[in-house]
């Protein structure tokens, strides 16, 4: 007996040791085997030898893995480079590959490689990026850190796509900054303070809680700051002054604090400027429903890297955001901005138009002058209340005003005779306000059997607008029986006021079936209320009277419910979810202006589901699947015709039923420790049926148009990206080279005649960053994107066009006398509809130097478009019309800028109360 349980010891040691064991082989460049290597782990504090190996035949190894979170693995070999390596133990493979040792010149005998973090970690659904692995510029914010990571694309206005999808949200360790607006913290979070940042898919907060996925998800970015920076307050204010060609005046001055402490945050931002420099998004206040349908696809774009925006824009704006523990157990978090702009934009355009068997090129161009003004209040309450049960409280209001003058004249010609058949000449304004409220309270309750949770969420929120504008025009209509334009004047003002409620509620329960499978039931009910009161006055001589048929009295509600059910399960390399459920949707209006009711009734299946599989620590797949039901908008529904472009008019239709959209992914991610290579590949499918399209009628003789949505056959889209980046370490330089593709499918009535589009975009792009020392950066990108289009009535008409881009950046410190900073943009764009082609080359340059004790401050020298080359340019394909427009920009101009940096120092923040 003694024996058998010392031979079954024995054998659960032996397992158990092969478990721990971490195997690989080591071979020189030239592909020999280096027998007797010496590997060794050691520890990242003091670099103590935690285990040791040494290479059998072939080059093999197995070497223990030694229970830490983190270790350095070194591997040398005589007359080779010592090869040094941070490693994440809890997510590293059991199988390292190949380990390439480099041959060692006399010079280099003696050299050791400083360890390196990885640059790239996969964590569960996380993937992690290591902010030291990617060199930037002095004084470079969170935005210039993101440009340099494999899969990341920062766009001109500061928008961030990460793997191919819009990031939403971002955080800071893990809260809110200043809500929900992105580019809050990629803007003004310096590079130097973040130590990581994680890029993940966030769930909603009933999935997070309850772990099975209702098909709502975030992608999310989180920027996790160094340690020194937590308890510490930084920042940087800055003023610049200087001229454009002009000698107008172009200013930029600002300044943004942050301060940490015992895990509380404190953040002020302000700036005002005149270079086109935007704080705050200025979105619309977001609230349930969809706007107008249609399909479409656009491409190209253009302007100054460091110019975020088309036109001219001067901007004032200012903010404060908190993070506080009130508690052991209560979080309050909150922000207030404030923005006040003005732009200045003009346009000129071009198109081309299949109508039937008729093709027609129009010109148009227009001049719009706006001012804004919006104050923005967040706050969100966290409450642990026990062990069991917690709540959160979540809130935001914002307050606008809004002023709109803008001057277009557009002409519409017969292609082929170049014959003219209308223009119009129209001044629009407008001036409103609204007010925006929304409230969610979510209460989760965990019983004491684990895995059995209790989930409710209210939500509720209000829109209140009014505006009043007044529409001048003068239209001209090509009449057949005299061979020329007639024209009539068009002197309108209205008013309209629209009342938007909504209010809802959610419950789900889940119940574990073992330790691995869950099921939960889910019920949600959602009830929108809309009010709308728009009057139109034709102005005369005589006096203003009503114009009955633009004018519209409008109530409408719509309710849905829900119940479903869902299943879970949970394995060690992989986990599923999958539910289905019953939406039933009620439609409820009276135009009362007409005297007319609607009533729909709509119920359809929704389903969601996703598996995800661990191939090893460092390889994983996603596939998802999910469904939904989009509402038709007030705006869709409302017959009442909108003439603010009388030539083209569009009135809604009350019988519109909602869409109803399939959506499919699937993500593979995959990356090497050891070579420091990451790959992934991202794609979906999208599929909506009773599409809601604009059906539209064109006048042969005049062209004129009157647009109305329709439920309208199939949208199709297939899309996809894949990125692999890598390093080169004996030339200091990391590539990441991407490729995307869309391929769509949309139908429109045009004259009752079926119009199918076809659209299919291409776009290849490859980056590399080289460091070959601490005073040289240097970034070369280059990009093309291939773009066709084709009409089922008219292929004569079908854009096919190739763009081109290619950018430099450059980073140069002299010593110590200053730093030498430049950035060329040279775009290439092809004209679909011409045989021109446009070349914009956009040169920005700076010079600067840090002075005062330990760098403290920077004086600065810039130039920006020095080739005063800048333009905006897009093209775009919708329906049967391929347009290209071309914008205004923000030309020429320096700046003399001082910046002062705010680092260092205990913020008084206090310590959280209860402790």
């Known amino acids: 007996m003694k024996n058998l349980i010392t031979l079954v010891l024995a054998f659960v040691l032996h397992y158990s040791v092969q478990g721990q064991v971490v195997k690989g082989q080591v071979k020189g460049r030239d592909g020999s085997t280096l027998v007797n290597s010496t590997v060794m782990f050691l520890d990242t504090k003091d670099s103590t030898m935690l285990s040791f190996a040494k290479t059998k035949e072939n080059g093999l190894f197995e070497i223990k893995k030694p229970a830490k979170e983190e270790a350095i693995l070194q591997v040398s070999y005589v007359g ?68 340099r990571m494999p899969g990341m694309e920062v766009d001109r206005d500061g928008s961030v796509t990460a793997q191919g999808k819009s990031v939403t949200r971002v955080l800071v360790e893990g809260k809110e900054f200043f809500g929900r607006d992105p580019k809050m913290a990629t803007k003004n979070i310096p590079a130097d303070a973040i130590d990581k940042v994680q890029l993940f898919d966030k769930k909603s907060d009933r999935a997070e809680f309850t772990g099975i996925d209702d098909g709502e998800e975030e992608t999310t970015i989180n920027l996790v700051l160094k340690e020194n920076k937590k308890n510490l307050g930084f920042g940087r204010v800055n003023a610049g002054l200087g001229a454009d060609a002009n000698k107008d005046l172009r200013y930029n001055v600002g300044g943004t604090y942050s301060s940490f402490k015992n895990g509380n945050q404190l953040s002020f931002v302000g700036n005002a400027n005149n270079v086109n420099q935007m704080s705050f998004s200025n979105n619309e206040f977001s609230m349930i429903g969809v706007g107008r349908g249609g399909g479409g696809i656009s491409f190209g774009g253009g302007g100054m890297a460091g110019s975020a925006r088309s036109g001219l824009m001067r901007n004032i704006s200012g903010g404060v955001n908190f993070n506080n523990k009130l508690s052991q157990k209560t979080e309050l978090n909150g922000s207030y901005n404030y923005t006040n702009s003005n732009t200045y934009v003009t346009r000129d355009g071009s198109s081309q138009s299949v109508i039937g068997n008729l093709e027609t090129s129009g010109n148009s161009s227009s001049i719009q002058d706006s001012d804004s003004q919006m104050h923005r209040l967040n706050f969100t309450l966290n409450s642990k209340l026990n062990d069991k049960n917690s709540i959160r409280w979540t809130n935001r209001l914002d307050f606008r005003d809004n002023s709109n003058l803008t001057e277009s004249e557009d002409a519409e010609y017969i292609r082929a005779t170049e014959q003219l058949r209308n223009s119009t000449s129209r001044v629009n304004t407008t001036e409103g306000n609204s007010i925006g409220f929304t409230s969610q309270a979510l209460y989760q309750l965990a019983f004491a059997k684990k895995g059995r949770t209790l989930t409710t969420n209210l939500t509720f929120g209000l829109n209140n607008s009014n505006n009043d504008g007044r529409l001048l025009s003068n239209n001209g209509l090509f009449d057949a029986a005299t061979g020329t334009i007639q024209y009539t004047l068009l002197n309108q003002i209205n008013t309209q006021k629209s009342d938007r409620t909504s209010m809802g509620a959610e419950f789900s329960y889940t119940e574990p079936l073992n330790t691995r499978n869950f099921v939960e039931v889910n019920y949600s009910f959602q009830k929108v209320a809309n009010d709308l009161d728009k009057e139109v006055f034709n102005v005369k001589e005589t006096g203003n009277t009503l114009d009955s048929t633009l004018s519209n009295k409008y109530n409408n509600d719509y309710f849905y419910n829900r119940a479903g059910l869902s299943y879970r399960m949970s394995y060690e390399k992989w986990n599923a979810n999958f539910g289905a459920a019953i939406q039933d949707s009620r439609l409820e209006g009276n135009l009362i202006l007409r005297n007319e009711l609607i009533k729909k009734r709509f119920t359809n299946p929704v389903f969601t589901g996703r598996l995800r599989y661990s191939f090893t620590s460092a390889k994983s797949m996603d596939l998802s699947y999910n469904t939904s039901v989009s509402e038709p908008s007030i705006t869709q529904l409302s017959p009442v015709p909108d003439n603010s472009n009388p030539l083209n008019i569009y009135v809604g239709n009350p019988d519109l039923k909602p869409q109803y959209a399939q959506r499919m992914n699937v993500n593979y991610r995959s990356f090497n420790q050891l070579n420091f290579t990451s790959f992934f590949v991202a794609m979906g499918l999208n599929y909506t049926s009773d599409n809601i399209t604009d059906s539209v009628t064109v006048d042969n003789e005049t062209l004129a148009r009157i647009r109305k949505p329709i439920n309208y056959g199939d949208n199709l889209s297939f899309n996809g990206v894949a990125n692999y980046g890598f390093r080169i370490r004996p030339i200091s330089t990391r590539f990441s080279i991407t490729s995307s593709f869309n391929v769509g499918r949309s139908q429109t009535l045009i004259n009752n005649l079926d119009n199918i589009t076809n659209t299919f975009m291409n776009t290849n792009s490859v980056r590399a960053d080289i460091t070959p020392g601490d005073n040289l950066i240097l970034g070369l990108s280059a990009r093309v994107s291939f773009n066709n289009t084709t009409y089922s009535q008219n292929s004569q008409l079908n854009p096919n066009y190739v763009n081109q881009g290619y950018t430099g950046d450059l980073e140069w410190k002299l010593g110590n006398l200053f730093t030498l900073n430049s950035t060329m943009d040279y775009s290439i764009y092809k004209y679909a509809t011409s045989d021109e082609v446009q070349r914009v080359p956009l040169w920005n340059a700076a010079i600067f130097k840090s002075i005062l004790k330990g760098k403290k401050a920077e004086i600065r020298f810039s130039v920006n478009d020095i080739l005063g080359r800048n333009r905006t340019i897009s093209q775009s394909a919708s329906g049967n019309t391929f347009s290209e427009t071309r914008t205004n920009a923000l030309g020429r101009y320096f700046l003399f800028t001082f910046t002062y940096n705010i680092n260092g120092g205990v913020p008084s923040m206090g310590r959280p109360m209860g402790r």
């Open 80 to 147: 080779y480079e010592k090869f040094m390596l941070y490693l994440n133990l809890s997510t590293l493979a059991d199988d390292l590959g190949v380990i390439t040792l480099d041959s060692a010149s006399k010079e280099l005998a003696e050299l050791v490689i400083k360890g390196e973090k990885a640059a790239v970690e996969i964590k569960k659904d996380t993937v992690e990026f290591n902010a030291s692995s990617f060199k930037v510029q002095e004084n470079a914010m969170a935005e210039d850190l993101l440009k």
